[in-house]
């Protein structure tokens, strides 16, 4: 089953994703998602990834999200993920990047809101772009295990990278 996966995020997308109410009604940025390849791998040997809301698949594991800088510490995208199995799934949304905390928040449907999917490594900010490497928060491989499973999520496991750009 190999179909665009998690993007974001996180989760960013995990995500990446993946979000609470922008500064403005025009959105000023775009956040990214792209999932590591060994991470896409094991994910669509058990579920399809797809874009919600908001969220472009651009390409095999590339999600992006309309976003916009709420402060000099919030990046808030708009749109979300979906895991798809046969028999279960998990959405994914509303992703937060949390500057200052080096973390990605995302609201997981039909569990709650604000949940530190995401931590961020090797964060570089720039006047107008973020950039970040993102692992698998401690304490969350038992979430999206559960919700689809499964046991192939880590807590630290390397989902990837996410970024940032102003407009």
Do not use: W
Request: glycine share 8%; charged share 20%.
């Amino acid at each position: 089953m190999r179909k665009a996966l998690l993007a974001g995020a996180a989760v960013a997308g995990l995500t990446a994703a993946m979000v609470a109410g922008p500064a403005n009604a025009k959105d000023q940025g775009l956040c990214e998602l792209q999932f590591n390849k060994k991470t896409l791998n094991a994910i669509s040997e058990i579920a399809m990834v797809d874009a919600t809301g908001k969220a472009t698949n651009v390409a095999d594991g590339l999600f992006t999200f309309p976003g916009n800088a709420l402060d000099e510490d919030t990046i808030a995208c708009k749109g979300g993920l979906k895991f798809i199995r046969a028999d279960a799934s998990l959405k994914i949304k509303q992703p937060v990047f949390d500057l200052s905390n080096e973390s990605v928040s995302v609201t997981v449907v039909g569990v709650g809101p604000d949940y530190e999917l995401l931590d961020m490594a090797n964060l570089k900010q720039g006047k107008r772009v973020v950039k970040a490497k993102v692992n698998l928060a401690l304490g969350q491989a038992a979430l999206l295990n559960q919700a689809l499973k499964t046991d192939i999520f880590t807590d630290g496991m390397r989902i990837g990278r996410i970024a940032y750009s102003q407009q």
